[in-house]
């Protein structure tokens, strides 16, 4: 008869596999995860839920801050009399005007088209859990969610800003972090923790 592992944990004390379900267990509020007696060594045992539903609160505020941060700039600086501010989509259009194609592709496809689709997928997940609705497949939401997830790379860009920031200093009149700049701080904080609170591995069982 087959056996299903997902319902199996090892103890790391004596190595003896436990059913999850065949023993009592105490919830944790804090780290979300259970906690097991091993029948032999009396160790205890603690896994991971398969998910939090915490999740799917960061993905959909990391949305609604990614909305915000396109309205701020993120970066003011002036030369003179002149007031210059760039805004995440004012970078693309920069690059593009610049002749900058392919660069501008990239940058578009991992700052913005590939965070937007990890979070998406986070909460299309939770919809199809919790409702009768059936948007993709397991398989394609597997592929899906870490595609997008190893190809977003915002916190770079972020990076890329400060040093150009501190690049500026003295050069122009005045530099300055915007609104959108400490917007986006958030928005990456909340696209981490949907991530990190989305155990892709336990959900999607491979």
Not at 17 to 41: G, M
Not at 53 to 58: C, G, N, R, T
Request: proline share 1%; charged share 15%.
């Amino acid at each position: 008869m087959a056996v299903n592992t997902k319902k199996i944990v090892e103890c790391y004390s004596c190595g003896l596999f436990v059913n999850k379900d065949s023993l009592s267990n105490l919830s944790s509020k804090e780290s979300k995860s259970k906690i097991l007696k091993c029948p032999r060594c009396n160790s205890k045992i603690i896994y991971k839920e398969i998910h939090s539903i915490d999740s799917l609160y960061y993905a959909i505020s990391s949305l609604l801050l990614f909305t915000i941060l396109n309205i701020y700039p993120l970066i003011s600086l002036s030369l003179g009399v002149t007031q210059l501010q760039a805004t995440l989509i004012g970078t693309v259009s920069i690059l593009l005007e610049q002749g900058f194609f392919f660069v501008a592709l990239v940058v578009f496809f991992t700052i913005i088209i590939a965070p937007i689709f990890n979070s998406l997928i986070i909460i299309i997940f939770f919809i199809q859990k919790y409702t009768n609705l059936k948007f993709l497949t397991n398989t394609l939401l597997h592929d899906s969610f870490y595609f997008f997830k190893h190809w977003g790379f915002i916190e770079v860009f972020i990076i890329s800003i400060i040093v150009t920031y501190i690049k500026l200093i003295g050069m122009v009149s005045s530099t300055k972090f915007d609104i959108g700049f400490y917007v986006m701080l958030l928005y990456i904080l909340c696209l981490y923790m949907s991530n990190r609170k989305f155990s892709g591995k336990e959900v999607f069982g491979d």
